[in-house]
């Protein structure tokens, strides 16, 4: 299993600007073959920061995600407002324990 | 590197409640040894879930946070509450992409 977790910032006004292309987005790559989670959360304590968690089933399901039409338009959207800041990172997983 | 990733639920008008009570954990488990991100983001679509990301230099660090009094503080608030549904899991990370 590959996770992505990671954070992307927008101003906190853009928060209801965003939160309908982040609905399309989110619900088409659930659709997606090899998605287990994708979900985004605005962080409990910074207004406008965007919390990421994914769970994929292999690095190639990860790939065609990220060249998909829903990702690409979501891009946009995100350049279109400004993003103010991005780190997202993927890691293949080995041993996996239940907390 | 350990990522952990999952979500706990409680019910939307609860969000308020807990959310000085996230902030105290929040700030003092980030300050535990090997602990590189420790992230609390309410789902964009679906109020009242709390999706969890974290980052840990390791399984140690991770199993002393677990036992740390913060965190029992944590537990005993949600469970006050009533805590709707929880599913949190660690995976050890081995190769890395960034995105």
Redesign the interface.
Known sequence: ?I?????IRVAPENMEVV?PH??TN?EATRREKGCI?Y???????DPG?????E?WES?DALAAH?KSDHIAAWGKVLKGIGLLDRE????????????
Chains 1, 2 share one sequence.
Do not use: Q
């Not at 979900?39 to 304590?45: H, K, M, R, V």
């Open positions: 299993m996770i992505v977790t990671g954070h939160r982040a609905k989110l989670l979900a985004y959360g605005e962080d409990l304590l920061l965007i919390r990421i968690v769970r690095w990220g997202v990172t993927a890691h293949e997983a080995s041993e996996e324990r239940v907390l």
